[in-house]
Every structure is written in structure tokens, then in C-alpha cells.
């Protein structure tokens, strides 16, 4: 079976690749919002990992992490922040053990790796 | 204070030489003035006597200070009685009983004043004037002629000649000039004169230097403080001379330059801040715009690949080739202009290590191995294995790996060789990548580190953003040194110079 990935990102076109270019390895959902997000996570359907968008408008990854570490029944859930500031995540994102963060745009084969690699850890 | 010393002393000399001239050319006039002065008394005596008896004896008792005497005399006792209305006319006033000519008369006249200084001796015998002036008196006597006769070891000088009346020599007339008290004066004046002189001179020189002092040398120093503290920044400064000539008016125009000059100092600095808030704000900008370009670049370079893979078509998969590469460009594009603005920011942070120059080479030669042997390049890495240096490694590595991908891009297919040696100097080693590519003209060696900057011939060739070497220069400098090309000319190579600390330890 596949494992399930959830992409949250307010950007159309970044969700449509990621859902296109990992399609036929991995099961993925693509939102656009944290609010969604968390709608998703609610209906309980834990994802294996999430790619998870720093600027938002409604709410920022950051939050979102957050809130995500907080719930024990999500806490375990591997984050892979995407982003286009990759200082903002080099100040932020170290600590976190299960996380990492790829730079935008980035490539189809190098975001399966990272994926691979977490998931392989677990 | 050298300056002002040497000026000083060069014042000082041409003051000294100055007042000294002036004071020993007036002396001299002084003493000149008095000698023709005596001179002309003398030649007056003498061309008196010659011409009449009245007139000498005038000038004689006009003179002073002297010890004046004289005789005259004949040898005929035809002239008595001339002689005797000579005498009278000489002296209207005076008693003539006491001159009998036949024997010595000493005529004392009664000038009170002075009268022991004025002598007249009047004779008719020649033998009895005892001097050696007599033979003269014969010879003034029988030729008509004129004798001055100076003695050699007594400053007195004896003018002896003939009495001439109505044709007729008569006899013979002798002045005797004491010569004595006018010389000892003169030398007392001299050494006077010197004194007086010297004095002077040392007046002159102190009232001359003072004058010197206050209104040039002090001056010269306020501007010259003035001029150091303007130069140090000191933009309040004054120059507080109140003298009404050209100096003031030179105080009053350095016043204010210096005003001027704060005011142009304030606008620049002012401008500058502008200027900074600026250049903050294009950054900022470039900032924002390359991150907000990168997300809809997502899909592009996501999909791309994905689409050439499953098209058939080999037109399309050409043209969708060609997007692609242009896609890679623009990511590239965007990757380095960011990084060249966050080098650019102050909060940059640097991880800075000892490192084994020679090993960081080798490192870069390696990875880039592949691209030498399709270039048919040949690297040569001559950097000695004991040099140590202080930096970033990922960003020297960075450096090495643009400067040397730029050396190979400009070197024609045919092949080539790069070079890249170390020089070790006090503090910094001196790394150089020489290439024997298609080199530089000088436009191109002025420009290569600006931004966006591209030799002509490959600026078609997506390959390169023009920001390579820019990023290299930045980080050079960031890690404090410097970055330099040279290139004897297009065709002829290039070699990129760059400085690095050498590290402290071993």
C-alpha cells in the first residue's frame, strides 16, 4: 500500500506538481491551508509525512508545526517544511529530529529522496 | 613643528643679513661723508693759502677740534709793508703791533673760547720754523709751486706755498695741520660706530622677527592647526585672526570653505543615508522578488521533466528541451542573485576554520573532474601541502569551484590547461588560477566582478548568470581579502588572483 502524504501549501501550482510529479509512488493529499489542514488531520487520517508550507495567509507552517507537535495523536508525524526562505528554516528548523525543509522550486526526483530518507528512518 | 622652525630660522637669517647691511651701508656712507668731509676742509686750506692769506686764516679759525698752526715768511724787505696790510686786513679788529717781522712773533688771537687750540706763527726767518719744511719754503719761494709735505712718523701735515701779491712772490706761507686728534677720533668713532652698529642691528633684528612673528609666522600656524583640524574632521573650526589685510581676508575665506564644507559634509552624509536606506530597500526587494518568483518556478521545474519523459513527439520534446533549460536558468538566475544579496547583508555569518589549502583544491578539482575531461583540460595543482589558511570552508570552496568552472567555460574546446598555485606572505597567501583561455581586454579585466556582468562572446550562453564572479568577489572580501584578474590580452589567458589569511597556528 501506498504511504500517505499530505502537501499543505496556498500555492495551486506547487500542490498540482507535488500531487503529479509523487502520484504514482505515494498516496497524496494535496490542501491549501492550515485551516484545511487541520480538517484533514481531525477526520482522522494520519498521513505518513507532511510537506507543509512556511508563508501562508491564514496561518504560517510554523503554526501549524506547532499546533501539530501539540496533538500526542499527530506528534510523530514526520515534517518536511517547504519553503522559499531556506534562512527563515536554518534558524527555526534546527532541533527537530524527524524534520527537514527543501528549497522551492525544487526537483521532482530530489523531493522523493528526502521523503525516502525520512520515511526509511522511521 | 619642523615646518615652523625651518621657516623661523630661514626669517631669522634674512632678517640678520638685512639689518646688518642696512646698518654697515650707512656707517660706511656716515664715515665716507666724514672723511670727504675733512678732506675737502684740507684741499680748501691749502688752495686758500695759495690764493690769499685771508681766506686760510677765515677757514682756520672756523675750524675745530684741531690744533692749527702756521707760518709764512720772507726774504725781502720790500714786502714788509704788504705784508703788514695783509695782516691788518686779516685781522680788522685786531692789534698788529706785536708782529715785527724780523723776528719771531707768536700772534695768539684772543678767541677765547678756544685758545689754546689755534696757533699762528709768523715769521720772516726761515731758519727759525725748523722744520724740514724749509728747503720747500726756498723751492715754494723760487718755483711758484705749491708742497704738501706729510711727516712720516707725526700725523701732521704741512702745506707750504708761495705768497702771491700783485704778481709777485713775496714769500712764502707754511700751514701746519695736526693731523693728531682728527685720527684718534676717527678710530674712537669706529670702535663707536660698531657698537652703536651692533646694537643695532640686534634691534632691528629682535623688532624686525617680532614683526615677522605676529604677522606671518603665527598666522601660518593658526591655518596650518586650522588646516589639520578640518582635515581630522573638526568641521566647527575657526581660524581666529582678527588682522584687517590679506591674511584676515585669507582667515575669513578659510572660515568659510570650512562652512561650506560642513554644509556639503552634512548634505553628503545625509544623501548617504539615503543612499543606504536605498540600497537596503533593493535588496529587501530582490529579496522578495526572488522568493516570490520561486514558487510558481515549482511547478515548472517539477513538471517539465516529468512531461519531456512521457512526450513522444520529437519536435515537442525538442521545444519542451529548450523551456527547460531556460527553467534551469531562471532557478540558477534566482539561487545566485539571493545569494548575492544575503552575502550582501551585514548579518551574514561566516563559519570560519583552519583549513588545508592544498586539500580544499583538490576537493573542488575533484568533484569538477567531469567537466575537465569533456573540455580536455588538463588541472595542475601546485599549492604547497603546508599551507594553512582561516576560512569559511563551504564558501571557499564556492570560490575555488566558480573560479575554476569559469576558467574552463573560457577556454575553447580544443583544450587547455589550469594552473592554480598559492604564494605564501605575511599574513595572507596569494592563490592564483591561471588559465590559458581566450583572456581579457581591458574593458573585461575592469568589469568581470561587476553584477550581471558577461563577456560579450558567451553572454548568449544560458550557462551564465554574470553573477559568478561577483559572489566570489563578495565572499573574498567578506573573509578580508582581496580578489584581483590579469590578462596580457585576449587570446592569451587570464589568471584570477585571490588573498587569504594564513592561519595562526602551525
Same mark, same amino acid.
Given at each position: 500500500m501506498a504511504k500517505k502524504v499530505l502537501i499543505v501549501d496556498d500555492d495551486i501550482g506547487v500542490t498540482y506538481t507535488v500531487k503529479n510529479g509523487l502520484g504514482n509512488d505515494y498516496d497524496v493529499t494535496a490542501v491549501n491551508s492550515g485551516k484545511q489542514c487541520f480538517e484533514f488531520l481531525e477526520n482522522d487520517q494520519i498521513p505518513n509525512l507532511i510537506l507543509l508550507d512556511i508563508m501562508m495567509p491564514d496561518m504560517s507552517g510554523w503554526e501549524v508545526?506547532?499546533?501539530i507537535r501539540e496533538n500526542p495523536s499527530w506528534k510523530n508525524i514526520p515534517i518536511i517544511f517547504l519553503t522559499a526562505r531556506t534562512d527563515q528554516v536554518a534558524k527555526n528548523a534546527g532541533g527537530f529530529l524527524a524534520e527537514d525543509y527543501i528549497e522551492k522550486p525544487f526537483k521532482i526526483p530530489e523531493l522523493k529522496n528526502r521523503i525516502e530518507k525520512i520515511l526509511n528512518r522511521i | 613643528m619642523n615646518v615652523n622652525?625651518?621657516?623661523? !630660522?630661514? *626669517? %631669522? &637669517?634674512?632678517?640678520? !643679513?638685512?639689518? %646688518? $647691511?642696512?646698518?654697515v651701508s650707512l656707517s660706511y656712507i656716515n664715515l665716507q661723508q666724514q672723511y670727504q668731509k675733512e678732506d675737502d676742509i684740507l684741499t680748501t686750506i691749502s688752495r686758500a693759502s695759495v690764493k690769499n692769506f685771508a681766506e686760510a686764516h677765515s677757514i682756520i679759525n672756523s675750524l675745530e677740534d684741531k690744533f692749527v698752526s702756521y707760518a709764512f715768511f720772507n726774504n725781502s724787505s720790500i714786502v714788509y709793508d704788504n705784508i703788514t696790510v695783509l695782516i691788518e686786513k686779516i685781522n680788522e679788529k685786531e692789534s698788529l703791533e706785536t708782529i715785527r717781522l724780523n723776528t719771531i712773533n707768536i700772534y695768539r688771537p684772543e678767541n677765547k673760547s678756544k685758545p689754546e687750540t689755534l696757533s699762528i706763527y709768523v715769521s720772516n726767518d726761515k731758519s727759525l720754523i725748523g722744520n724740514p719744511s724749509d728747503i720747500y719754503n726756498d723751492r715754494a719761494f723760487d718755483t711758484g709751486d705749491s708742497f704738501y709735505i706729510l711727516q712720516e712718523d707725526k700725523p701732521i701735515l704741512t702745506i707750504i706755498s708761495p705768497i702771491n701779491i700783485s704778481n709777485e712772490i713775496v714769500g712764502t706761507q707754511e700751514v701746519t695741520i695736526s693731523m693728531f686728534p682728527t685720527t684718534v677720533s676717527h678710530e674712537e668713532q669706529i670702535k663707536y660706530i660698531i657698537i652703536i652698529d651692533f646694537i643695532c642691528i640686534l634691534l632691528l633684528i629682535f623688532s624686525l622677527l617680532y614683526l615677522l612673528r605676529k604677522f606671518i609666522v603665527k598666522p601660518i600656524i593658526l591655518f596650518r592647526e586650522f588646516t589639520q583640524k578640518i582635515g581630522q574632521g573638526e568641521l566647527n573650526t575657526k581660524v581666529e585672526l582678527n588682522s584687517r589685510d590679506e591674511l584676515g581676508d585669507l582667515a575669513d575665506s578659510f572660515n568659510q570653505m570650512a562652512k561650506d564644507l560642513k554644509e556639503s559634509t552634512e548634505k553628503i552624509s545625509e544623501y548617504n543615508r539615503i543612499l543606504e536606506k536605498v540600497l537596503e530597500q533593493k535588496d529587501e526587494f530582490i529579496g522578495q522578488l526572488g522568493h516570490d518568483l520561486k514558487n510558481p518556478l515549482t511547478p515548472l521545474v517539477g513538471l517539465l521533466p516529468i512531461i519531456k519523459q512521457k512526450e513522444k513527439d520529437p519536435e515537442i520534446r525538442e521545444h519542451l528541451n529548450i523551456i527547460h533549460h531556460?527553467?534551469?536558468?531562471?532557478?540558477?538566475?534566482?539561487?545566485?542573485?539571493?545569494?548575492? $544579496?544575503? *552575502?550582501?547583508?551585514?548579518?551574514?555569518?561566516?563559519?570560519?576554520? %583552519?583549513l588545508n589549502l592544498k586539500d580544499e583544491v583538490a576537493n573542488v578539482v575533484s568533484s569538477q573532474m567531469m567537466l575537465f575531461r569533456e573540455n580536455n583540460i588538463t588541472m595542475i595543482n601546485r599549492?604547497? &601541502?603546508?599551507?594553512?589558511?582561516? $576560512?569559511?570552508?563551504?564558501? !571557499?570552496?564556492?570560490? &575555488?569551484?566558480? !573560479?575554476? %568552472?569559469? $576558467?574552463?567555460?573560457?577556454t575553447p574546446k580544443t583544450g587547455g590547461q589550469i594552473i592554480i598555485d598559492a604564494e605564501k606572505g605575511d599574513n595572507f597567501v596569494t592563490i592564483s588560477i591561471k588559465d590559458t583561455g581566450i583572456g581579457m581586454n581591458k574593458e573585461q579585466l575592469n568589469r568581470v566582478f561587476d553584477e550581471f556582468y558577461k563577456a560579450?562572446?558567451?553572454?548568449?550562453?544560458h550557462q551564465s548568470s554574470g553573477l559568478g564572479l561577483a559572489i566570489c568577489k563578495r565572499i573574498v572580501e567578506k573573509h578580508g581579502g582581496h580578489i584581483w584578474v590579469e590578462s596580457p590580452g585576449e587570446g592569451m589567458g587570464s589568471t584570477f588572483y585571490f588573498t587569504i589569511k594564513l592561519s595562526r597556528e602551525k
Open positions: 508545526h506547532k499546533r | 622652525f625651518s621657516l623661523s !630660522l630661514k *626669517l %631669522t &637669517f634674512i632678517v640678520v !643679513l638685512l639689518s %646688518t $647691511a642696512i646698518v531556460n527553467v534551469e536558468y531562471m532557478r540558477n538566475l534566482i539561487f545566485k542573485t539571493l545569494k548575492l $544579496a544575503k *552575502l550582501r547583508s551585514s548579518n551574514v555569518e561566516f563559519d570560519i576554520e %583552519t599549492v604547497k &601541502f603546508d599551507i594553512f589558511v582561516e $576560512a569559511d570552508q563551504l564558501r !571557499l570552496s564556492e570560490v &575555488f569551484k566558480n !573560479l575554476i %568552472t569559469n $576558467a574552463v567555460k573560457y560579450d562572446k558567451f553572454s548568449s550562453e
